[in-house]
């Protein structure tokens, strides 16, 4: 029979591949261990929040490496696709109009500005519709690629340019209200604020992944100003 997990007491620890001869990590909690019953110093426990896996998220296990994968689709793209069919409806309309009345060269500099804008929200929302962010935790590695669009902040960092992670909330203020979004951060050992991942809806969302890194990485949580609480 396997040994048991003394944090979380499940009946199965599974043996990385190769990079930590010697040490195993619990299939269902994700706690490393120096041998098959103790746990290394440092190492992170189960989450102590007790935080479920999010709407649009998927765990896996490829060997010693977690990946987690979560979709961007949501509530909001929706809306937007109806703003950008509206949008560049409206476009298609202006410029049928200028060709028919042959509106001069001098004239197409709004039409150009309206056009840059509505590519620009446009591709955004075909992101919302069709991108994921694949985030891989390998016992030395952590990985971040946002795909199939290519999209700005993928990142790569070896585990000892990452001293701790934490949440923290955005807030930008609209004539409708404030809207709050919710980001991901890595601290370097000279104090350095990586942001890993951005714009998530939910807090839960950013403290899921800060968690599940930490325990795969065997990083202990500590406080850091102004970081999002549970």
């Not at 075909?126 to 700005?152: Q, V």
Request: aromatic share 12%; charged share 20%.
């Amino acid at each position: 029979m396997d040994p048991k997990c003394k944090v979380c007491g499940s009946p199965t620890l599974k043996e990385p591949r190769g990079t930590w001869p010697g040490v195993a990590r619990c299939g269902s909690c994700g706690a490393v261990f120096g041998s098959a019953l103790e746990p290394q110093p440092g190492a992170a426990g189960p989450d102590k929040r007790n935080l479920r896996l999010p709407a649009g998220y998927t765990l896996s296990l490829e060997g010693a490496d977690l990946v987690i994968l979560r979709r961007w689709m949501g509530w909001k793209y929706l809306a937007l696709a109806a703003f950008c069919v509206f949008w560049d409806g409206f476009f298609v309309y202006w410029c049928l109009d200028m060709a028919a009345n042959g509106a001069p060269a001098a004239g197409l500099f709004l039409p150009v500005l309206y056009a840059a804008f509505g590519l620009a929200i446009t591709y955004y929302c075909a992101a919302g519709f069709l991108n994921c962010t694949r985030i891989k935790i390998t016992p030395g590695e952590l990985s971040i690629r946002h795909y199939p669009l290519p999209w700005p902040g993928g990142r790569v960092l070896q585990r000892q340019e990452i001293d701790q992670l934490f949440c923290a909330e955005n807030t930008v203020y609209t004539k409708v209200g404030p809207v709050s979004t919710y980001e991901l951060f890595a601290l370097a050992p000279g104090g350095a604020r990586l942001k890993l991942v951005a714009g998530l809806d939910h807090p839960a969302d950013a403290l899921f992944l800060e968690q599940k890194i930490e325990t795969h990485l065997g990083i202990g949580d500590k406080p850091v100003p102004g970081e999002l609480k549970a």
